[in-house]
T-cell receptor, first 113, second 112 residues
Framework: DTAVSQTPKYLVTQMGNDKSIKCEQN?????MYWYKQDSKKFLKIMFS???????INETVPNRFSPKSPDKAHLNLHINSLELGDSAVYFC????????????FGPGTRLTVT | AQSVTQLGSHVSVSEGALVLLRCNYS??????LFWYVQYPNQGLQLLLK??????LVKGINGFEAEFKKSETSFHLTKPSAHMSDAAEYFC??????????FGKGNQVVVIP
């Protein structure tokens, strides 16, 4: 059983389009995260939800909107995609907040052309 | 805010030789420290963590790390490198603000 899963794994789209990435965890964790990994492998946190409540909202363009319908799911919707949005997006989960280890999904490679 | 410094983006090591990856952290509160490994086209996998207690921490795949408060370090070692250790390694610190701060990573290349 995959602990943290993401769909799709690859996403190729054109500038200006709107797309969504979905994440699900079956670990029973109460906290979920979205990270962006750039071409130099640098990881930057974007958002975090704890029990469906947004607790971290980093300096991210408001074209990015996360949604957590329940503790096991966290989605990321991106409007008006730009070339600079091309990256790998990782979902992660943890029990409790950042003092506890985070479990990562396989990533979604987004390419904007 | 907490931060991590990992020097040397690329680290080459011969098969069978010692693997040493350096991590120095900054935190205003007692830190929780982590090492993660990322294999090509995969997500991050936890190698080991330090929370409290014993300062020498053993992880998976023969890796270990030692927390040294006086040096603000958490270096990762493995006595004998294997070809399967080729990957990206990230050190991370949690400093009590609900965030993990990651270092820039070390790309480990194992030379046969």
């Amino acid at each position: 059983d995959t602990a943290v899963s993401q769909t799709p794994k690859y996403l190729v789209t054109q500038m200006g389009n709107d797309k969504s990435i979905k994440c699900e965890q079956n670990l029973g964790h109460d906290t979920m995260y979205w990270y962006k990994q750039d071409s130099k492998k640098f990881l930057k946190i974007m958002f975090s939800y704890n029990n469906k409540e947004l607790i971290i909202n980093e300096t991210v363009p408001n074209r990015f909107s996360p949604k957590s319908p329940d503790k096991a799911h966290l989605n990321l919707h991106i409007n008006s995609l730009e070339l600079g949005d091309s990256a790998v997006y990782f979902c992660a989960s943890s029990q409790g907040q950042a003092t506890y280890e985070q479990y990562f999904g396989p990533g979604t490679r987004l390419t904007v052309t | 805010a907490q931060s991590v410094t990992q020097l040397g983006s690329h680290v080459s090591v011969s098969e069978g030789a010692l693997v040493l990856l350096r991590c120095n952290y900054s935190s205003s509160v007692p830190p929780y420290l982590f090492w993660y490994v990322q294999y090509p086209n995969q997500g991050l996998q936890l190698l080991l963590k330090y929370t409290t207690g014993a300062t020498l921490v053993k992880g998976i795949n023969g890796f270990e790390a030692e927390f040294k408060k006086s040096e603000t370090s958490f270096h990762l070692t493995k006595p004998s490198a294997h070809m399967s250790d080729a990957a990206e390694y990230f050190c991370a610190v949690s400093g009590g603000n609900n965030r993990l701060a990651f270092g820039k990573g070390n790309q480990v290349v194992v030379i046969p």
